[in-house]
């Protein structure tokens, strides 16, 4: 644990760090009894720790923390993302190569999603990555089944509450009618559970495809679906500033080498960018 832990860090913290479990799912196996420090079982997870104290999870010793790394995965639609499905359903990780390390997911996509996710093996980043408060937008291309117009969508665009729930403002072009169904392009802040669909439904329009490209700086691109593909550390240092600790030496790490690293400046195709080829685009914007 040797990894930039300051003295004094909370024992979740540092589990998360290890790429052992999330930050929450540290916290958890914690009061299930599986964590000791300097051999003695803790029940709490507000303990500070040193990088000189022993920790065990199941009697195991906590890895050294690794560098720092993220990747690009293109979901495809029908994988579940956790790490089991109670109902037996394919989940992400099981898709995923062989080669790659423990990792986490940055956010979820749901069943019928598909489009970019984050992974990283970093339990401390995937957190901040996932705050509202990070400010990074989530940018979606949904179909809908119907002909929404403006002033249809100007309530989802102004903040809406569904049964009790707030939702922020969304900004939300049509790009296109396309006989029964029309493409839209939404941004969002916060990303909450199965928000835009929910959204949508709420007035009428249902979802019958909605594909992330966009996660804060990092975009889907020409990824294949399915495929997986390692962010360059010396970008992840250009992008996420002062929300990681990276060693110098590790800035012009290109990683695994797992496909190429991320592109700067790269347009996407258009089956990706705009699956039903924008002819008009009406683009509003909230104040």
């Known amino acids: ?5 300051k003295q004094g860090d909370r024992v979740a913290k540092v589990i998360a760090r290890a790429g052992f479990a999330s930050r929450r799912a540290a916290e958890k196996i914690i009061l299930d009894g599986r964590v000791a420090v300097n051999g ?5 997870a507000a303990l500070n720790v040193k990088p000189t104290d022993k920790i065990t999870i199941d009697e195991i010793i906590l890895p050294t923390a690794p560098a720092t790394r993220l ?3 293109n979901k495809p639609v029908g994988l579940v993302t956790s790490e089991k499905d109670e109902k037996g359903r394919k989940v992400v990780f099981d898709n995923l190569p062989a080669s790659l390390p423990r990792v986490l997911s940055v ?3 749901d069943l019928n999603s598909e489009g970019l996710l984050l992974l990283t093996n970093d339990g401390v980043l995937k957190r901040k990555l996932e705050l509202p408060s990070t400010g990074w937008t989530r940018k979606y291309r949904v179909r809908v089944n119907g002909e929404p117009s403006i002033k249809l969508l100007q309530p989802l665009m102004n903040g809406i509450i569904i049964d009790g ?3 922020k403002p969304m900004t939300i072009s049509i790009d296109r009618q396309q006989g029964a169904n029309a493409w839209l392009t939404i941004s969002i802040k916060e990303g909450k559970n199965r928000e835009i669909r929910r959204a949508l ?3 009428g329009f249902k979802v019958n495809r909605l ?4 996660y804060g700086p990092f975009r889907l691109e020409e990824l294949k679906s399915g495929a997986v593909e390692e962010i360059r550390t010396g970008i992840l240092k250009a992008q996420l500033g002062n929300l990681i600790e990276l060693k110098e030496e590790e800035v012009n790490k290109t990683g695994s080498g797992f496909k190429k690293p991320l592109r700067r400046k ?3 195709s258009d089956h990706l960018a705009n699956p039903s080829k924008k002819i008009t685009q009406f683009k509003v914007r909230n104040n």
Do not use: A, P, Q, V
Not at 40 to 44: Q, R, V
Not at 211 to 214: A, N, T, V
């Open 1 to 5: 644990m040797d990894k930039k832990i």
């Open 40 to 44: 003695k079982t803790i029940l709490s």
């Open 71 to 73: 990747w690009k995965y």
């Open 107 to 109: 956010g979820r996509l």
């Open 165 to 167: 729930e707030k939702f």
């Open 201 to 203: 439904d709420h007035l």
């Open 211 to 214: 594909i992330r490209i966009s």
């Open 266 to 268: 790269k347009k996407m």
